[in-house]
T-cell receptor
């Protein structure tokens, strides 16, 4: 089955800095890669996603890049704000089984 | 638009007791997922339904966990008997279909097994 590794587990930045979270996956058949933000005690919410036919996608301060050859994808947050503090999860979904596999999460702390 | 509903929000039981969770997905969503999220980890898929059929339940501990979605809408997840290691948040999610559509998560049920 799919195996998703996520790094780092904790990321601490100053307000205004950029943050990068990286994930690798094992199943070359995976074709959908969503990123979720989960605030303490709340449900995960989709913030951006990318499909395997695209190399990069951007939405305001958030961008995701995908390298299919290397089987890794990354989340980039620019001009971080304290409200960006949360746990971020990457996930990979196989095109064959549609089963989503999540990474272990990155706790992002943005210091004012 | 109403979101995914779950109940109860919190449940505390003793080991070896039984517990059931309920989920009502977003109207019209064919695919329903149950996840287990242990503190400090990402959600782990337990079972995925497409309408009232099971797509995958390979990670469901079938000796103690069961789930059903009889009419293709609401779903229940049951644990019988519960173990200490079942303490987690149980998240229900739904999507229009399973083919790469966005999943919408419910608020979760926090289970504590003493």
């Amino acid at each position: 089955g799919e195996n998703v590794e996520q790094h780092p587990s904790t990321l601490s930045v100053q307000e205004g800095d950029s943050a990068v979270i990286k994930c690798t996956y094992s199943d070359s058949a995976s074709n959908y890669f969503p990123w979720y933000k989960q605030e303490l005690g709340k449900r995960p919410q989709l913030i951006i996603d990318i499909r395997s036919n695209v190399g990069e996608k951007k939405d305001q301060r958030i961008a995701v890049t995908l390298n299919k050859t290397a089987k890794h994808f990354s989340l980039h947050i620019t001009e971080t704000q304290p409200e960006d503090s949360a746990v971020y999860f990457c996930a990979a979904r196989s095109g064959g089984s549609y089963i989503p596999t999540f990474g272990r999460g990155t706790s992002l702390i943005v210091h004012p | 638009e109403a979101g995914v509903a779950q109940s109860p929000r919190y449940k505390i039981i003793e080991k070896r007791q039984s517990v059931a969770f309920w989920c009502n997905p977003i109207s019209g969503h064919a695919t329903l997922y149950w996840y287990q999220q242990i503190l400090g980890q990402g959600p782990k898929l337990l079972i995925q339904f497409q309408n009232n059929g099971v797509v995958d339940d390979s990670q469901l501990p079938k000796d103690r966990f069961s789930a059903e979605r009889l009419k293709g809408v609401d779903s229940t997840l049951k644990i019988q008997p519960a173990k200490l290691e079942d303490s987690a948040v149980y998240l229900c999610a739904s999507s229009l279909d399973g083919g790469g559509q966005e999943q919408f998560f419910g608020p979760g049920t926090r289970l504590t097994v003493l």
